[in-house]
């Protein structure tokens, strides 16, 4: 780069104030004669220190741009890891804001939402004691079940999606005919806060949990509990089945898994790698064991490649964890969430992890790389459930703030 004479000479000034004030007289003699400096720019203030100042501007400016630098790279990655708008590939579908429906009508927050398995509408739950049925395309409210006289904690269908199972604060458990929208039945047997309800894959038993930190086993046909589990210390806040059938997770306040065999009511094993509360737990699908395979031997090249089952929680210690179940121990734990996992399931290609939490985010995890790949501002309050769609591009989220929200992927 040439500078201007003028440049030249301010240069000049201020390097012949650097030589005279740090003492390098000779030096200073030297550059005087040779640069032609005049004594009177010397004695000028505005040349005092002004060397050094320019030096480290520089050194300033040259950690901002690597910085830059660094931001960009990951940035590029980020963007060549996602699909592209052409190519949206269902594999890769993550969501991504703005919210596309915002659902208003509970009256207290928002405890679980869930995609209806054929039809598309979606199921929200609340501490209103009530259940609400939208159309998640149009965002539009279809209609609200009443029968509870509490909070309803937990709901979920059956494979065919022709009955709604529902349990409440209320210690009831009902079952709902989700064709005529009436009740048609009402199961009672625990003696506290009923949190938890999941089909088996027939639809012909469910499962509770309870704060009476028991675990239920119900014949659908009859409404009769067939099976009590016991042996959590404290409320069991989540039971789910195994998607063959022959196992249940459950999570505690104990701050305990417990993996039970369902033909014996043996407890298989008790996972107690979480330090608080376990909110929630889901069994990967059959299809996530390969990507579960990968994501370890990323980490440790040697490990033997096994058949799981595995599954994943979340607790109030903030980490998610990913279980190789008959060994026993944890493989995967992620960190990043800054309060209570609420919520977390195994994207519908297994690739991802999705969480949310009350530090108001939806989180997607790139679980083989150990890193958060998306991180959305979801509620205005603590997010408390979400539900991936397991073939269209759509992922929902229900608050405390009394909010549902439906996110379009792409």
Known sequence: MVLSAKHRDELNSAVAEYLKSNGYVEAFNHFVKEADVAPDKIQDK????LLEKKWTSVLRLQKKVMDME?????????YEGGPTKKERNADSWIPRPPERYCLTGHRMPITRVLFHPVYNVMVSASEDGSIKVWDYESGDFERTL???TDSVNDIAFDVSGKVLASCSSDLSIRLWDFQGFECIKTLHGHDHTVSSVSFMPLGDFIVTASRDKSIKIWEVATGYCIKTLTGHREWVRIAVISPDGQLIASGSNDHTIRVWVVATKECKVELRDHDHVVECVAWADPHVTPHINEAIQAEMPKAAKTEGPFLVSGSRDKTIKVYDVYAGHCVISLIGHD???RQVMFHPSGKFIVSCADDKTLRVWDYKNRRCTKTIQAHEHFVTCLDFHKS?????TGSVDQLAKV???R
């Open 46 to 49: 505005k040349f005092a220190g």
């Open 70 to 78: 660094a931001k960009i790279s990951e940035t590029v990655k980020e």
């Open 146 to 148: 009443k029968g509870h």
């Open 339 to 341: 309060n209570w996992v």
């Open 392 to 396: 269209s591009p759509y992922v929902i």
């Open 407 to 409: 996110w379009e992927c």
